[in-house]
């Protein structure tokens, strides 16, 4: 797909940011301490980054989910856990109030996430429901005019620095599986709202994930989000844009890949030659670039036919993550590969883009979950 001028404006932008902003100094420190950077978070507030796919009358920049496509992209070709930074606002963080938020409920929490003031999490996984998230074990009791939450949600990117939650509880316990769930806006600073210590993770270090606990918790009835009993339709609508950002993640990881790889196969001497005149090294570097060319442009045809409204969208979406995370996985494997034994080296960027990549095929639905998404679609 050739991008129009805007489009390639905007790359252009996200692009020179990522490469002036987010130096060596800031991804060593993310990854040694594991801490949420504020700064950075406020940098790229500024520029408007935490609201580009949200609409302009709720404080965001109105972009569409290409031009989100490629912001996600390019950050995680640098960074992929600064990625994930302007991803969560953007997509399942405000996704599920724009879909069925009533007008002031949008006013009150997507406005200060877009411009990067706030943080909303979404809190659907618990211990016991991951991929069978109508598993759900958290419970909302109607009590005059709150509801009472219980539970616990687990892996909950953020939570430990959110400001609010968007968090999912089974309202009607006489109905199955992933029927008789309802949403919740839950403020993070109710009473009966703590989180687990931050999870020591393989990646993605820099950006908090920990569970996060509901004793007794009294939401206001204000703070129901949609319609009740009917949530988790909305948490899989709001999935299908969450899934694409992942999948532009993973192109740009493996873009990151391929950029360290093709500079290292062209230093590296061995037998008195650059190991990139070798055609068992520059025949992966081949394939390397191919599949990420091909994810790329599904990413990005998905993300425009989505827009379009395409009746395709979902199985589209599945199929960007599924395609682009297991793609990131074979090229990170590759790279390391072309590297040698500096590749296991921390010293060499290759080795943390190695792990960080390992996550896309996992959260935000398994690659087990986008076969199953696929095959549901085609097999009806
Ligand atoms: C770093 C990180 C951040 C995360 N952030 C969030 C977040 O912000 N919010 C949130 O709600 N969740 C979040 N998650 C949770 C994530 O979405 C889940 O981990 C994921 O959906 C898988 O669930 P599970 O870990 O319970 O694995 P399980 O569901 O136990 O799956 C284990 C394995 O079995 C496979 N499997 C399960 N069922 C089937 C089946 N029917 N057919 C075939 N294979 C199957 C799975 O694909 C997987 O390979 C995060 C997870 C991580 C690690």
Same mark, same amino acid.
């Given at each position: ?10 790359? !252009? ?28 978070? =406020? ?8 609201? #580009?796919?949200?609409? #302009? ?60 003031? !706030? ?24 009590? *005059? ?46 009473? *009966? ?7 020591? =993770?393989?990646?993605? =270090?820099? @950006? ?63 037998? *008195? ?6 055609? *068992? ?18 990413? @990005? ?42 590749? @296991? ?36």
């Amino acid at each position: 797909m050739i991008l129009s001028e805007k489009h390639q404006m905007m790359r !252009k932008l996200y692009r020179q940011f990522a490469q002036t902003e987010f130096t060596d100094e800031l991804l060593d420190r993310l990854e040694e301490t594991g801490e949420f950077d504020w700064d950075i978070h =406020k940098l790229m507030a500024k520029y408007g980054f935490m609201g #580009v796919k949200i609409p #302009v009358e709720y404080g965001g920049q109105g972009g569409d989910s290409l031009a989100y496509a490629l912001m996600i992209e390019e950050f995680a070709r640098v960074s992929p856990v600064l990625s994930i930074y302007a991803n969560t606002s953007n997509s399942l963080g405000a996704g599920p109030l724009l879909f069925c938020g009533t007008e002031e409920q949008k006013r009150k929490y997507v406005e200060p996430v877009a411009k990067g003031e !706030k943080i909303l999490v979404f809190a659907l996984t618990e211990p016991g429901a991951g991929t069978d998230a109508g598993g759900t074990l958290t419970t909302a009791v109607a009590d *005059g005019d709150y509801f009472v939450l219980n539970g616990r949600k687990t892996f909950i990117s953020g939570a430990p620095m959110a400001d609010y939650a968007v968090v999912y509880a089974k309202t009607d316990p006489t109905q199955r599986g992933s029927r008789g769930i309802s949403m919740f806006i839950v403020d993070m600073k109710l009473p *009966g709202v703590s989180c687990g210590k931050p999870e020591a =993770k393989m990646g993605i =270090k820099g @950006y908090p994930t920990s569970d996060l606990i509901l004793e007794n918790v009294r939401v206001h009835k204000s703070d129901l989000l949609g319609p009740l009993h009917k949530g988790f339709a909305t948490a899989m609508k709001t999935l299908d844009g969450g899934r694409l950002g992942m999948a532009a993640q993973a192109v740009g990881i493996a873009q990151g890949c391929l950029d360290e790889a093709i500079k290292y196969a062209k230093e590296r001497k061995q037998f *008195g030659k650059p190991i990139a005149s070798f055609q *068992g090294i520059s025949f992966m570097i081949a394939d390397m670039a191919t599949e990420i060319e091909a994810a790329r442009q599904l990413v @990005y045809s998905t993300a425009v036919r989505k827009d379009a409204g395409d009746p395709e969208a979902s199985k589209l979406c599945a199929m960007s993550k599924l395609f682009a995370g297991e793609m990131c996985n074979r090229v990170a494997y590759k790279a390391v590969q072309i590297h040698g034994g500096y590749g @296991y080296i921390k010293e060499y960027k290759v080795e943390r883009f190695y792990r960080d990549a390992r996550i896309t095929t996992i959260y935000e639905g398994t690659s087990q979950v986008q076969q199953m998404v696929i095959s549901g679609n085609l097999l009806k």
